[in-house]
């Protein structure tokens, strides 16, 4: 296999990288418009519950700082594998992921509060769009936890080098993505109310 | 001859060779572990303001523009360190920004014409 350093191509960047990128471009219209959607229906709601009834602050707060927090330790990551430290790389892919569980976890349990208290996907558009947007990013960010644990798996058997730090630099920009739509979304959907 | 080529690129490092070549891609070393931690802290600070904010009834007026602004600081830091746009090729922060500005395209047509609104 040939490593990322030995690609040639005609824009002398790596095209993995570079497709990375505009997968990310395409995700931006794709959160964009569930956020829109949102932003559109949120206080078209003809019945209850609405969001000021269900929001908790103070526990979405925490669940968004342990995301932001994972961004650093993936990153941290990857400047373990680039320095070709092997336990660095997998205490910080260990970690990371932990920390993606630990906010999937605190969406289920969002999601189970909020399902407890009369809010389904078809009870009011503000249920529909809300469930949406926040699904697909509580999927995105599965999808972020079996890709580091599959890193962590390749890095203990030896197949994750320093040659090959481009997998995990690939990994982490998805992962810091999965990140930014959160950021936006805490501000927009939680924290700025009509 | 490929495009790299062509710009006086090696391809396997990106280093400009050509006398009159321009350099078309910044590939420039990323932070290390101190700056990615002290971005954390700033992050860190940054989300507690927010919430802080939030429950301050005095700032209710200005509510919005300051929760927007950290937002966008809290975004611009992690994607400029650390997903290395500050530092990579301008292609893909042409990418980037090409879908950024293509969803704030989305926000103002369908928010005008459908009738919704930020807050």
Known sequence: MQHSSALETNTGLDNRK????????????????????????????????????????????????????????????????????????????????????????????????????????????????????????????????????????????????????????????????????????????????? | MTLAEFRGIKPATGEVTGQAAKPVHRQGAHPGPAEYIKIGLTLAVITAVEVAVYYIDALSDVLVPILVVLSALKFSLVVMWFMHLRFDSGLFSTFFVGGLMLVAALFVVVLATLGGALV
């Not at chain 1, 700082?65 to 993936?74: D, G, H, R, W």
């Not at chain 1, 997998?167 to 810091?176: D, K, P």
């Open chain 1, 18 to 194: 570079l497709l990375m990128w505009l997968f990310l471009a395409s995700e931006c219209l794709f959160f964009g418009s569930l956020i829109g959607a949102y932003l559109l229906y949120r206080d078209k709601s003809v019945v209850g519950p609405y969001p000021e009834d269900l929001f908790d602050i103070p526990f979405t707060s925490v669940s968004a700082f342990i995301l932001l927090m994972s961004s650093v330790t993936m990153v941290l990551a990857l400047a373990a594998i680039q320095r070709g430290d092997q336990h660095g790389l997998r205490i910080w892919l260990l970690t990371t992921a932990f920390m993606g569980i630990l906010f999937v976890s605190g969406q289920a349990f969002e999601f189970t509060e909020f399902n407890r208290q009369g809010l389904s996907l078809s009870t009011n558009l503000f249920g529909t769009t809300f469930f949406v947007l926040t699904g697909f990013h509580g999927a995105h960010v599965t999808v972020g936890i079996l890709i580091l644990l599959s890193l962590f798996v390749m890095a203990q058997r030896g197949r994750l080098t320093q040659a090959e730090s481009l997998h995990v630099e690939l990994a982490g920009l998805y992962w810091h993505f999965v990140d930014v739509v959160w950021i936006v979304i805490f501000t927009l959907v939680y924290l700025i109310q009509p």
